[in-house]
């Protein structure tokens, strides 16, 4: 038995074959199933520990889950440090045009196409096209005076 990272009252030892684990407390404990996958682009090795029997779903179909919820995680993250740093609105239909204004223009920096060498990730093109239309503000603010 070893304690459980992160919990330190919390003890963990394996259950038998499969990755089953045993975790809890002295007084709660649960059964629970240890499953480990490699992403082959960022050569990053994940353990993940899911609680539904291998009968019902397989460790491949956890992990593909998994994939697509962190994507998911990862676009909001991105929109509330980039596009959605202050709410405008207070009420439920402004809070909604915001957001979905946020993902029109996250769908468009998806779009568009800038030079290879500035990069290619929703970010470096959001700070090519910041930078873009602030060298156009410079210029009409010059030109108007």
Known sequence: MRAFWGFPRMK????????????GTKDAKVSVRL?????????TEYYLVTNLPESEISDEEVSEIYRKRWAIETLWK????????????KNTNGISIQIYSCLII??????VEIPPEIGTKA????RYLQAFFEDDRKIIRAALK
């Open 12 to 23: 963990a030892h394996q259950a038998g074959e499969n990755n089953q684990w045993i975790i």
């Open 35 to 43: 499953i480990s996958f490699c992403d082959l682009e960022s050569k």
């Open 78 to 89: 991105f929109l509330k440090m980039h596009l959605i740093k202050k709410l405008i609105c």
């Open 106 to 111: 996250y769908l468009v920096l998806q779009l």
């Open 123 to 126: 970010l470096d093109k959001l």
